[in-house]
């Protein structure tokens, strides 16, 4: 596995030079969320898509 700091500055090191501190941050917790996501499917945390069409549908009512 990659170190979290090394992650960081790529991700850093791959923005244009002009990027805002704000687009930098959103681009961090976007790779963030997809590492979770993927540790998530790694460990078998994850629903059907027939479970979670059921599980908006309640949210529906």
């Known amino acids: 596995m990659i170190p979290v700091k090394d992650t960081m500055k790529e991700i850093i090191d791959g923005q244009p030079d002009d990027s805002s ?3 930098i941050l959103r681009e961090l917790a976007f790779a963030r969320m ?8 790694d ?3 994850t629903i059907s898509n027939e479970e979670m069409k059921a599980e908006i549908e309640r949210w529906q009512k």
């Not at 997809?34 to 499917?41: A, E, H, S």
Request: glycine share 14%; proline share 0%.
């Open 21 to 23: 501190f704000d687009e």
């Open 34 to 41: 997809i590492y979770r996501g993927l540790d998530d499917v």
């Open 43 to 45: 460990h078998g945390r």
